[in-house]
């Protein structure tokens, strides 16, 4: 008798997996390779697929391109989720890129580029990425080198945590540059938290010691001490 099978939706792919297994595969042939990796030739589809439920596993074709196709005998339930933790965790070490974006008028004025450019820096001391894009209206588009010279000013202001990356491009009304983090981005404040911390640390070290006591002509006098130094000084 031939060993129950386990139920097909623990081993059903998803919409997105395209690989056929078990029943799904429909060529009369496959060049089987056993779980272990071993080569056992040409067998008949429907003789494969029984090898594999014998050992209670899945047949699955692994290179449809190739006549015979191949098959190997495979959990194909526990393949895919090693290859989705394997995935999950390219992902996770992956670095990740995010680009920020400030837009300028040609004809700002001294206080928003200023605010403007204290954005750039933020973003740039966090270690992403500024586009810049200067907005064009009405005649200000017959005079592109004024956005340009914006450009390059703000990249100057901000060349030591910041480097162009893509020059300044016109891009219909638009003109944009694009920069990016240096090395010394971002170290300017990790140094001034390290800094803060420390300040803190102390004034919490200061706080646990305490006042030394004040001297001998300092301390508090009794009421009944009062009375006689007023007698005293009464003629």
Known sequence: MRPRRRPVEH????????????DAIRVPNVRL???DGSQLGIKSTDEAR???????????????????PVAKIMDYGKYKYEQEQKAKQARKHQSQIHVKEIKLRPKIGIHDYNTKKGHVER??????????????????????????????????????????????LLDGRNMVMLLGPTKNAGVKRDAESEDTQRSEEAVQG???R???????????QSGAQELEAEAQVRP
């Open 33 to 35: 390779i056993d779980d």
């Open 123 to 168: 973003f740039l001391n966090q270690r992403a990425k500024v586009k810049v894009t200067i907005m064009f209206r009405g005649r200000e588009t017959t005079h592109p080198e004024r956005g340009r010279d914006l450009l390059l000013r703000l990249a100057e202001d901000v060349k030591e945590i910041g480097t162009i990356e893509s020059q300044p």
């Open 210 to 220: 305490q006042d030394p006591p004040p001297a001998d002509d300092a301390q508090p």
């Open 206 to 208: 200061d706080g646990e």
């Open 11 to 22: 081993v059903r792919p998803s919409n997105r997996d395209t690989t056929r297994i078990n």
């Open 50 to 68: 029984e090898y594999a439920y014998g050992k209670n596993l899945d047949l699955v074709e692994v290179a449809a391109q190739a006549d015979p």
